[in-house]
């Protein structure tokens, strides 16, 4: 049988052997107790953190933190539903508008006369023209539907649908 001698294989006395051995025994002990010391801090952190602020459970405070936040969603999903109803209403409203001012008759000034279009998303809506005289004010009302009217439109009519659709610009303000 053949017998492995450490010392002699390493060219070592014992002593030095011991003395290695020693330090590296020493260096483990010094190892394990950092790691310790960290295993506690990280216990006492995680405690902490289990326990929270007035000793209520983790398990508490994400089931308040879940009801929250099906709270949230539900307000969302309201204000989803509302907005969606002003947009639908908004596209009904009027948001288009032409305007033309003018003279209905030759002996009146004053561009007292005009003709008001207004349109919703759709081009949808209405003419109002108003013809101002001596005699009083005539109002006269046209409905619109697709950017188009059923009857004739005078010039003035005409220009303030072309206006409220975007097609012509709108009559520079008159001069004082």
Do not use: W
């Not at 919703?120 to 619109?144: L, Q, V």
């Not at 010039?155 to 008159?174: F, R, T, V, W, Y």
């Amino acid at each position: 049988m053949y017998e492995i001698n450490l010392p002699d294989l390493l060219g070592l006395s014992y002593d030095y052997l011991i003395m290695i051995l020693a330090a590296l025994i020493v260096v483990l002990i010094i190892i394990m107790i950092v790691n310790t010391a960290k295993t506690s801090r990280m216990k006492k952190s995680y405690r902490a953190f289990m326990e929270g602020k007035d000793m209520k459970s983790m398990e508490e405070i994400l089931m308040k933190k879940f009801e929250q936040v099906d709270k949230a969603v539900a307000v969302t999903d309201k204000n989803t539903e509302e907005v969606q109803n002003i947009l639908e209403t908004l596209n009904k409203t009027f948001m288009k508008v032409g305007m033309v001012k003018y003279d209905a008759f030759n002996e009146m000034g004053g561009k007292l006369s005009f003709s008001l279009a207004l349109l919703n998303k759709a081009n949808d809506g209405f003419i109002i023209n108003a013809m101002h005289s001596r005699e009083g004010c005539y109002t006269y009302i046209k409905e619109i539907v697709n950017g188009n009217s059923y009857l004739v439109l005078s010039d003035e009519e005409a220009q303030a649908l072309s206006i409220a659709k975007g097609e012509a610009k709108p009559q520079p303000p008159e001069e004082s």
